[in-house]
Nanobody, 122 residues
Framework: QVQLVESGGGLVQAGDSLKLSCVNSGRTFSNYAIAWFRQAPGKEREFVSAIASANSRRYYADSVKGRFIISRDNTKNTGYLQMNSLKSEDTAVYYC???????????????WGQGTQVTVSS
């Protein structure tokens, strides 16, 4: 069973950093690819980043490449999203998701957290 809980969101200024965490309270966290998606008000959910179960391959959306870093610690059943040089357009609810395959499409991930709000003021 996979139960994901995100944390680490908040209100920051443009240029600041935040680190989101995604804890899986279930078992076998290491078997799943982990992804981050976000949804801004009035916009569709969009892919942000993903990391393979073996901590090898990583994908990033072009909009965050070079600024965000995805990682995971399977010993702690936790995934992370380090967000640097934040911009106002990064404001959104960020969701953690887990799936059996590494992908950039939300439909590939059957397990989702409740989301954490990130607000970047300019």
């Amino acid at each position: 069973q996979v139960q994901l809980v995100e944390s680490g969101g908040g209100l920051v200024q443009a240029g600041d950093s935040l680190k989101l965490s995604c804890v899986n309270s279930g078992r076998t966290f290491s078997n799943y690819a982990i992804a981050w998606f976000r949804q801004a008000p009035g916009k569709e959910r969009e892919f942000v980043s993903a990391i393979a179960s073996a901590n090898s391959r990583r994908y990033y959306a072009d909009s965050v490449k070079g600024r965000f870093i995805i990682s995971r610690d399977n010993t702690k059943n936790t995934g992370y999203l380090q967000m640097n040089s934040l911009k106002s357009e990064d404001t959104a609810v960020y969701y953690c998701a887990a799936g059996y395959y590494l992908a950039t499409v939300g439909g590939n991930y059957p397990y989702w957290g409740q989301g954490t709000q990130v607000t970047v003021s300019s």
